[in-house]
Protein backbone atom coordinates (compact mmCIF):
# COMPACT_ATOMS: atom_id res chain seq x y z
CA UNK A 1 0.00 0.00 0.00
CA UNK A 2 1.39 3.50 -0.84
CA UNK A 3 1.05 6.45 1.25
CA UNK A 4 -1.49 8.04 -0.81
CA UNK A 5 -3.54 5.20 -0.58
CA UNK A 6 -3.30 5.28 2.85
CA UNK A 7 -3.93 8.66 3.21
CA UNK A 8 -7.10 8.27 1.09
CA UNK A 9 -8.14 5.43 3.80
CA UNK A 10 -7.56 7.26 6.58
CA UNK A 11 -9.59 10.43 4.96
CA UNK A 12 -12.68 7.86 4.04
CA UNK A 13 -12.33 6.04 7.76
CA UNK A 14 -12.77 9.65 9.14
CA UNK A 15 -15.38 10.90 7.21
CA UNK A 16 -17.70 7.89 7.72
CA UNK A 17 -17.09 7.79 11.57
CA UNK A 18 -18.39 11.19 11.52
CA UNK A 19 -22.08 10.29 10.17
CA UNK A 20 -25.21 10.90 11.90
CA UNK A 21 -27.02 7.97 14.19
CA UNK A 22 -23.04 6.20 14.21
CA UNK A 23 -22.81 3.64 17.15
CA UNK A 24 -19.81 4.24 19.25
CA UNK A 25 -18.60 0.90 18.68
CA UNK A 26 -18.72 1.79 15.25
CA UNK A 27 -16.94 5.09 15.67
CA UNK A 28 -14.45 3.24 18.19
CA UNK A 29 -13.45 0.90 15.30
CA UNK A 30 -13.04 3.33 12.90
CA UNK A 31 -10.96 5.27 15.05
CA UNK A 32 -8.88 1.75 15.61
CA UNK A 33 -8.81 1.54 11.88
CA UNK A 34 -7.43 5.02 11.35
CA UNK A 35 -4.43 4.43 14.17
CA UNK A 36 -3.46 1.17 12.61
CA UNK A 37 -3.27 2.60 9.17
CA UNK A 38 -1.64 5.91 10.08
CA UNK A 39 1.35 3.33 11.88
CA UNK A 40 1.94 2.00 8.13
CA UNK A 41 3.00 5.19 7.25
CA UNK A 42 6.98 4.84 8.01
CA UNK A 43 8.53 7.26 10.45
CA UNK A 44 12.48 7.36 11.07
CA UNK A 45 13.67 6.45 14.94
CA UNK A 46 14.32 9.18 16.87
CA UNK A 47 18.28 8.96 18.23
CA UNK A 48 18.86 9.00 21.91
CA UNK A 49 22.06 8.31 22.56
CA UNK A 50 24.87 5.55 22.62
CA UNK A 51 23.52 3.59 19.06
CA UNK A 52 19.92 3.40 20.73
CA UNK A 53 17.06 4.68 19.27
CA UNK A 54 13.87 4.47 20.05
CA UNK A 55 10.11 4.26 18.17
CA UNK A 56 8.60 7.58 16.92
CA UNK A 57 5.32 6.32 18.35
CA UNK A 58 5.97 4.44 21.46
CA UNK A 59 9.10 5.33 22.60
CA UNK A 60 10.25 1.46 22.80
CA UNK A 61 14.64 1.47 22.89
CA UNK A 62 16.52 -0.34 20.74
CA UNK A 63 19.70 -0.48 19.15
CA UNK A 64 20.42 -0.15 15.28
CA UNK A 65 21.66 -3.22 14.60
CA UNK A 66 18.01 -4.29 15.43
CA UNK A 67 16.55 -2.62 12.37
CA UNK A 68 13.16 -3.49 12.88
CA UNK A 69 10.80 -3.21 10.23
CA UNK A 70 8.03 -2.56 12.25
CA UNK A 71 8.20 -1.66 16.06
CA UNK A 72 7.95 -4.53 17.67
CA UNK A 73 5.69 -3.36 21.09
CA UNK A 74 3.37 -0.68 18.72
CA UNK A 75 3.41 -2.01 15.36
CA UNK A 76 4.73 1.48 13.74
CA UNK A 77 6.57 0.74 10.45
CA UNK A 78 10.42 2.23 10.68
CA UNK A 79 12.46 3.94 7.99
CA UNK A 80 15.58 3.29 8.75
CA UNK A 81 17.24 5.23 5.38
CA UNK A 82 20.36 6.58 6.69
CA UNK A 83 19.62 10.20 6.55
CA UNK A 84 18.35 9.84 10.26
Given at each position: MTQSEINK????LDIKKKQPFIDAHITEAYNMGICALKKQIPKKPAFKENDNYYCPNCC???????QYDYCPKCGQRIDWSMDL
Open positions: AIKITNYKIID
